[in-house]
């Protein structure tokens, strides 16, 4: 049995029909003629499959499925082409639809957040090129040839020595090399670190680095500075921890912690029971920096810090993994 003349025909009798569908419960009527009634042209015509020979069941049964999938996408087509209808097209008396408004995305809305607190406590922004060269990214920031983060597996390549920044401290070196002290200045912007993602790291995340140069600067400024921060971000009463650490670009170095959030510093899983949860890194700028900028380190002095925005936006709203943030998932969104 060839099931083509049939097909053709329901064809051509569906294309009528769809040609004259002029609202949506007429399109609702052909939609259960053809496609999902228990008498729909579709189900009539699969139940002639069984009186087709073995050896073109294959063959007719890929020709149905292909001319429902056709439907299918005609329909929704018709579908969509109503939505979009003046009103005059249906009952004129029905409510106009309110399309759902958009919002800022939480990784923005935070990076927003947190350059307006340093904007308030007198830093300027600054934005630099995605594209870095090596000199920028590694070699200004006292970051020697052999320290692993130059390695391949760390970096994004492009053709040496052009590379994707690996954090924006680049823009700190190009606003050091073009403007002299006193400088103050908060970098945000995309980074690119060959991590394979999962519930922390992501290939591509999104920093806030923070610069200020002058006559006696001291690692008091950046305490107090940090602590107001982070009090204007998660609350008052937040504590800020400093702890030893190393980096290449400043001595001394420290890593920063917050007191926790989540429990108020008494202990849970989110901070391991230890009431403290690292925020960011710091430090003084490192006299060689100053050097390769052509600023004069007996003169001035200066501190640094940078943090991940989507770690910030984590703690803030209570998510648990970064993955969230890049997936756009509106169930996910629709919370912020």
């Known amino acids: 049995m060839d099931l083509h003349p049939r097909i053709e025909e329901a064809k051509q009798r569906f294309l009528e029909e769809l040609r004259a569908a002029s609202s949506k419960d007429l399109l609702a009527q052909i939609k259960n003629r053809f496609l999902t009634g228990k008498e729909s042209v579709l189900r009539g015509l699969f139940s002639l499959l069984s009186k087709v020979p073995p050896d073109q069941k294959g063959e007719e049964g890929k020709t149905l499925n292909a001319f429902k999938s056709w439907v299918e996408i005609e329909i929704e087509r018709v579908q969509v082409a109503l939505g979009s209808a003046p009103l005059s097209a249906e009952d004129p008396t029905v409510p106009g639809k309110i399309p759902p408004l958009g919002r800022r995305h939480p990784v923005y809305r935070t ?32 970051i020697p040839l052999d320290h692993p983060s130059r390695d391949a597996f760390d970096t994004f390549y492009l053709e040496r020595p052009w590379l994707l920044r690996s ?32 519930a922390s790291h992501l290939p591509m995340f999104h920093q806030v680095e923070g610069l200020m140069v002058g006559e006696r600067v001291t ?118």
């Open 111 to 142: 990076w927003e957040d947190m350059v307006g607190i340093f904007a308030r406590l007198g830093f300027d922004v600054a934005y630099g090129p995605e594209i870095e060269h090596e000199k920028n990214n590694f070699e200004a920031l006292n």
């Open 219 to 336: 690692f008091a400024h950046l305490k107090g500075m940090l602590l107001l921060f982070a009090e204007s971000m998660f609350g008052a009463g937040t504590k800020v921890r400093f702890r030893p650490s190393f980096f290449p670009f400043t001595e001394p170095s420290a890593e920063v912690d917050i007191s926790c959030i989540l429990c108020g510093a008494k202990g849970c899983p989110a901070c391991k029971g230890s009431g403290w949860m690292e925020i960011l890194g710091s430090g003084m700028v490192h006299p060689k920096v100053f050097q390769m900028c052509g600023i004069d380190p007996e003169k001035y002095t200066g501190f640094a810090f940078g943090m991940g925005i989507e770690r910030i936006a984590m703690l803030r709203h209570g998510v648990t993994d970064i993955r969230h943030f890049l997936e756009n998932h509106f169930r996910f969104l629709e919370q912020f």
């Open 167 to 198: 954090h924006t401290s680049p823009v700190q070196i190009r606003t050091m090399m073009r403007q002299k002290p006193p400088i103050r200045v908060v970098v945000p912007g995309k980074v690119f670190r060959p991590d394979k993602a999962d």
